[in-house]
């Protein structure tokens, strides 16, 4: 019987164990395998292989620590419409590698519709925004123009994907 890293990776089937499990890791991700185990209603060393197979069929992608941009001084989010001048491939290419280099833009979709992209920008304030957006955003040859939308406040905010 093939391992189980290899069931989930190959068919990518997860059951109501792997689900609590993710559940309670988007929520905690220190937990220890025996308080997971606990919390999920299986053992530790079962837990432990769990994690293993959903990490190699890439369901965890990564571990890391939440932080308050506030508290960084980073807590203002702008919403950046992108219009393109050119759909190529390599403008296309050209401008995700600019974005990727980019830490003040935290999140990047292409969408459909009117705008090509979409980005949250991080920034102290509307000055250092302003500085991005004139400076490096606008200066971009991929970029044609751009819309900017400033959120008043944060009503949500979750990376916790529903299982």
Not at 96 to 117: A, H, K, L, N, T
Not at 138 to 145: C, E, F, K, Q
Request: charged share 25%.
């Amino acid at each position: 019987m093939a391992s189980y890293a290899a069931y989930v990776k190959q068919d990518r089937q997860i059951d109501a164990i792997d689900r609590k499990i993710i559940a309670a890791l988007q929520q905690d991700a220190t937990l220890s395998h025996a308080d997971l185990a606990e919390r999920v209603g299986a053992s530790s060393a079962s837990c432990w292989r769990r994690i293993k197979a959903l990490e190699s069929a890439g369901i965890f992608a990564g571990t890391v620590r939440l932080v308050d941009p506030e508290k960084l001084g980073r807590g203002v989010n702008v919403l950046c419409n992108i219009r393109m001048r050119s759909h190529a491939q390599e403008a296309r290419k050209a401008f995700e590698q600019f974005v990727d280099g980019r830490p003040e833009i935290v999140e990047c979709f292409s969408m459909s519709g009117e705008w090509d992209y979409l980005l949250r920008v991080v920034v102290a304030d509307v000055a250092d925004y302003n500085r991005f957006l004139m400076m490096t955003l606008l200066g971009h040859p991929s970029v044609s123009g751009a819309a900017s939308h400033f959120a008043l406040s944060m009503t949500k905010f979750t990376t916790a994907l529903p299982v």
